[in-house]
Structures are given as structure tokens and as C-alpha cells.
């Protein structure tokens, strides 16, 4: 990408992000997220295996015929956490019986704990996780505004922030919007561990957005007599490959989880590998240009 121009071809990539945008807003306006059990609320059951600890696809297929679609999450070197719909008392008394057995017997599991987790505090959980996002958004734009305090030509600090959080609800609606459809058609519910997952995007994000915006600043200071544009798209070459690379790098790690790894993280990790990969792309071809309109826009 030695002699790419971004600034040239930006119209095609800034299209084909509002095509993607727009389509992943019609999917979560049409159809909605389906909740996970951690905004609806029901059951969480903790138990301990005194000797190993069953692999969660035996766990899944042993109490399979008594709940649907549990999450199971591993605890600590023998501890299990089975998060599940609402069930009453006969029904966690079969399933808890079904661990036993699959434990090797009564006395080598026990259980520490059963909890019903109410629609009061799936409600709360919902409001916090969504502020947590929002937190990040400002908080991003408040960070790059200071870092970049001493940048005033030819445009403002705080307009570096401003399109890196234009870029950022990019990478946020487009894992939102693909999810929103495999809501609808396969039933894959979203739950804490796919806020994670975004707020995980948006630091990774940002960070490759932040490294073109910091080669822009230098580029600025060392080319005096290049254009705005001219700098941009320097930079961009610059540093483009260095993004790509890293972005790989974590993408080989993901799919490895993702192919290999326990059903309880399958789309965590999916949602991981679509947010790196519009993630790289909106740092490289969507955060930059945003500026150089911006600048235009300003002369205007």
C-alpha cells in the first residue's frame, strides 16, 4: 500500500461502510437482539466437582433434556457456573442430581450455590451495560483531545476524537446488526459477554486509530509544505501495514478459540473477529477520511 490513495478513493469505502451501517440499523430496528439470560433474568446454579471437572460439551449433553440452552462457564480448577431459564425446585433438584452422575457420584459434587436472578436486576444490568459504552465514547474523546492538545493546524484536537468515535459506532453496529439477525434466524442470544466483547472492539480499535492520528501529527510537524491530504495519505500508508499485520495476528488466535475453543465463548469470540476486522478497516479507511471532509468542510 506504498503509493495507495486513500483520499482519492474515499468515497468507496466511506459507501461501503454506510451500506454496512445502515444495514446492521435495520437489522436491530426490525428485529431487535434476542437477551440473554443476563437481561431476562432466571436461574444460576454453582457447583464444585471434587475431581475433574467434566468438559462443557458432556455437561451440555448430560441435563440437555432438562433445560435449554444453558451457559455453561468454568470457575476457578473445579468449579462450574450453569446459567439457565427460570426452573422451579423439582427441576434443579433433577439437574443437580444429573451433575452428580456425570461427577462420579453424590459425594464428589457440591453444590455451592442456586440463585433465581430477577428481572429488577436484569433490568439494572442492561442500563449499566449500556452506559458502560457510552463512558467509553466520551472518555475516548476527552483522551484524544488532550494527546493530541498541541495539534491545532490545520485542524483541532478534539476533532482527532471526535471522527475516532465516528469510526468506533461503526465497529459497534455492525457486530450489533450481524447479531441481530443470527437472533432471528438461529436463536443465538446476547447477553454480558457481548458488551464485553464490544468494549473489548472498541479499545483495540481506537488503538489502531490512535497510531495513524499519532503518524499524521508527526507527518505534520516533518512535511510543512504537503496539503492536509497529502499528509493523511502518507500517513496511512505508513502505518497501514503495521494495523493489518497486528490485526492477523490476533484474528489467527481468535479463530483458533472460535473453531477449537468451548461452546460458552463460541460467540464471544465471534463477535471478537468481526469487530478486529471493521475494526482495522474503520482505523485505516473510515477514521482518516472522516478528517480530511472535516478539513474541507472547515475551508468551505
Not at 478513493?9 to 435495520?26: D, E, P, T
Not at 509544505?225 to 500508508?237: A, D, I, K, L, W
Not at 493489518?244 to 475453543?261: D, E, K, Q, W
Amino acid at each position: 500500500m506504498t503509493n495507495f490513495n486513500l483520499v482519492k478513493n474515499q468515497k468507496y469505502f466511506l459507501s461501503f461502510s454506510a451500506v454496512l451501517i445502515v444495514c446492521g440499523l435495520l437489522a436491530v430496528l426490525i428485529w431487535g437482539l434476542k437477551p440473554g439470560l443476563d437481561f431476562t433474568g432466571g436461574s444460576l446454579l454453582e457447583v464444585a466437582f471434587s475431581e475433574s471437572r467434566p468438559d462443557n460439551h458432556a455437561v451440555e449433553q448430560k441435563i440437555s433434556s432438562l433445560v435449554e440452552k444453558p451457559v455453561l462457564i468454568p470457575a476457578g480448577e473445579k468449579d462450574l457456573i450453569i446459567k439457565m431459564k427460570a426452573v422451579d425446585e423439582a427441576k434443579h433438584q433433577q439437574i443437580l442430581s444429573a451433575l452428580k452422575e456425570l461427577g462420579g457420584g453424590g459425594d464428589k459434587v457440591t453444590e455451592k450455590r442456586f440463585e433465581m436472578i430477577g428481572p429488577t436486576v436484569s433490568a439494572e444490568l442492561k442500563t449499566k451495560s449500556f452506559l458502560a459504552i457510552v463512558f467509553v465514547l466520551l472518555a475516548i474523546i476527552f483522551y484524544i483531545a488532550f494527546a493530541f492538545r498541541k495539534v491545532s493546524r490545520p485542524i483541532s484536537s478534539w476533532k482527532y476524537g471526535v471522527c475516532a468515535v465516528l469510526a468506533l459506532f461503526h465497529d459497534v453496529i455492525i457486530p450489533t446488526g450481524v447479531f441481530a439477525v443470527l437472533g432471528h434466524f438461529l436463536g443465538v442470544e446476547v447477553d454480558t459477554l457481548f458488551v464485553t466483547a464490544l468494549l473489548t472492539v472498541l479499545g483495540f480499535s481506537v488503538h489502531d486509530t490512535i497510531v495513524v492520528y499519532d503518524r499524521i501529527r508527526e507527518n505534520l510537524l516533518k512535511f510543512p509544505r504537503e496539503t492536509f491530504e497529502e499528509v493523511v495519505n502518507r500517513s496511512v500508508n505508513q502505518t497501514a501495514v503495521r494495523s493489518v499485520n497486528t490485526s492477523l495476528t490476533v484474528l489467527l488466535v481468535l479463530l483458533a478459540t472460535f473453531f477449537f475453543g468451548g461452546e460458552s465463548v463460541k460467540y464471544f469470540v465471534l463477535t471478537l473477529i468481526i469487530g478486529v476486522v471493521f475494526g482495522t478497516y474503520s482505523s485505516i479507511f473510515i477514521a482518516s477520511p472522516l478528517l480530511v471532509i472535516w478539513n474541507r468542510a472547515g475551508k468551505k
